[in-house]
C-alpha cells in the first residue's frame, strides 16, 4: 500500500468508514476532521498483505493536537475504506507508538 495514495484519497474525500465500526469511532471521540488529520500527517508502521477483506495497513498520525491514532484502512474498489481507528495504548504499544510489546 502507498501513503501518499492513501493521503490523497483522504484530502479528495474518497474515503469510506466501515459501516460496523462508525458506532466505535463515536465511542472513542474520535471525529472526522481528527481521523483525517491523522492520516494526512500519517505512515504505514504495518502492512496485511493476506487480510481476508483485501490488503490492508495500520497507518499511525496525529492530530491536531497531538493525539495518536492507530487508523486500519485498506483500498477497495478504487476507494479508502478506513475499517477501523484507536488511540494506542502502552499496555499494547511502546512509547513510540510503532513498535508493539
Known sequence: ?????????????KYK??????????????EIRELESAIFT???IEEYP?????????ILGYTQR???????????EGELLVITAYEPSFEEWKPDWKTRR
Open 1 to 13: 500500500m502507498d501513503i501518499n495514495d492513501i493521503k490523497e484519497k483522504a484530502r479528495n474525500s
Open 17 to 30: 468508514i466501515s459501516f460496523t465500526h462508525t458506532e466505535k469511532l463515536r465511542q472513542r471521540k474520535i
Open 42 to 44: 500519517g505512515e504505514i
Open 50 to 58: 493476506a487480510d481476508p477483506r483485501g490488503p490492508s495497513c495500520l
Open 66 to 76: 497531538n493525539r495518536p491514532l492507530h487508523i486500519v484502512c485498506g483500498i477497495i
